[in-house]
């Protein structure tokens, strides 16, 4: 079965410091990888995708994510967080051709300490 | 980038009453759309698959004759929540995919309060 999974429902780092949200996937085919982020009351905003190619993927707002097969997993990073980071991140799997849905993790809630 | 415009961004309503949400691709055309339910702090929950010309695809446990989809071009899908009571207070995302590219825009989701 197609799932994706966050393991960390929320995360607190201090404002400065490098951030990692995980991501594990099950998916049958060569998956698509998404990255999302939610402000409170607002819709979603892609961060980065893979589909192909290099493995480290480099987004928007200074994030990257590595696609890693051999652990099923698309973890997020970034080297240097900021206070306008604090959002909701979600992983989302999915996009293949003859179903084009996406199948989202829970999410990461995170805070960030002044 | 591609644009994804959700109509109303909020809506209060009261019980028994009908409640339309539109979604519509600006600047690219989209076959297929999707439509989310989001419940406070978890995850965005596929309803149902928009597909243009044609009836609505919808997830197992979704009532199709309470969620009414309608796709009638390449850069709109309504949402018509009817009869809404308020357990269907929620979150409401649509998506659009562009179809050159094929993947998935989000507009900015429309809060539904039923009273």
């Known amino acids: 079965a197609q799932s994706v999974t966050q393991p960390d429902i929320h995360i607190t780092v201090s404002e400065g410091a490098s951030l990692e949200l995980r991501c594990n996937y099950s998916y049958g085919a060569t998956p698509y990888l998404f990255w999302y982020v939610q402000s409170p009351g607002q819709g979603l905003q892609l961060l980065l995708k893979?589909?192909?190619?290099?493995?480290l993927v480099q987004g928007i707002k200074g994030f990257e994510a590595e696609f890693k097969r051999s652990q099923s997993s698309f973890n997020l990073r970034k080297p240097s967080v900021h206070w306008s980071d604090a959002a909701e991140y979600f992983c989302a799997v999915g996009g293949s051709p003859g179903t084009y849905k996406y199948i989202f993790g829970t999410g990461t809630r995170l805070k960030v300490l002044a | 980038g591609a644009v994804v415009s959700q109509h109303p961004s909020r809506v209060i309503c009261k019980s028994g009453t009908s409640v339309k949400i539109e979604c519509r691709s600006l600047d690219f055309q989209a076959t297929t759309m999707f439509w989310y339910r989001q419940f406070p702090k978890q995850s965005l929950m596929l309803m149902a698959t928009s597909n243009e010309g044609s009836k609505a695809t919808y997830e197992q446990g979704v009532e199709k004759d309470k969620f009414l989809i309608n796709h009638a071009s390449l850069t709109l899908s309504t949402l018509t929540v009817t009869s809404a009571h308020p357990e269907d207070s929620s979150f409401y995302i649509c998506?659009?995919?562009?179809?050159?590219?094929?993947?998935?825009?989000f507009g900015a989701g429309t809060r539904l309060s039923v009273l």
């Open positions: 893979y589909f192909s190619g290099d493995t």
């Open positions: 998506s659009a995919r562009d179809s050159s590219e094929g993947f998935q825009y």
